[in-house]
């Protein structure tokens, strides 16, 4: 089963880059990495996605190295509306794709002014 | 407008009083799955569907049904809720080819007194 870890919380200030991390040791070699943005209430938004190196949308950029144990999402000059829980996505098959998700507890992020 | 939506938003019923959500999809996605938030622990998946017919169980199915005889409607029943089930409720779709991208429902609180 693959599961993802994050940190639980993190703090910045307005304008800063922001960077969180998502451990996904056994993700199913023919899986993407997915990443959501919730704010209370409301349900996961879809930030961005990607398979291996580097992917870049109008709101962040996500980082997955070769080996694809882990990725980086990188939001740049963040601002208060920034402000929300993160979480990272997998399948939980470790070869194979199940389409059963795991969610994880999420990256909680606070932008400070 | 591309949506997921859910009914009912709010609901406040007893212990083993027999409730339907809906949830309906107007994108023909193939996927659609239920989860539940409880705070402190993520989103977790309950059930989720690949076509019409097809369902599964997710990480957390005791207590629900679902059934998925069109492909736009994907309603989640509790037969016999109890206040453990007391929840936020997202229902999510996508298509099921080969990318992980869920569209989210705006959720439904439920609470079973």
Redesign the interface.
Known sequence: LAKTTQPISMDSYEGQEVNITCSHNNIAT???I?WYQQFP??????II?GYKTKVTNEVASLFIPADRKSSTLSLPRVSLSDTAVY?C?G??GVEVRT????????TRLKVLA | EAQ?TQNPRYLITVTGKKLTVTCSQNMNHE?M?W?RQDP??????IY?S?NVEVT?K??VPEGYKVSRKEKRNFPLILESPSPNQTS?Y?C?SSS?G??????????T?LTVL
């Open positions: 023919n899986d993407y997915t209430s409301q349900g996961p938004r879809f996605q979480y996505l399948d939980s389409y059963k998700y795991i969610f994880g507890t999420g | 997921v996927y799955s989860y402190g622990l993520g989103l977790r998946q989720y690949m599964d997710g990480d936020l997202f999510a099921a080969g990318r992980n991208e869920q569209f989210f429902g705006p959720g609180r």
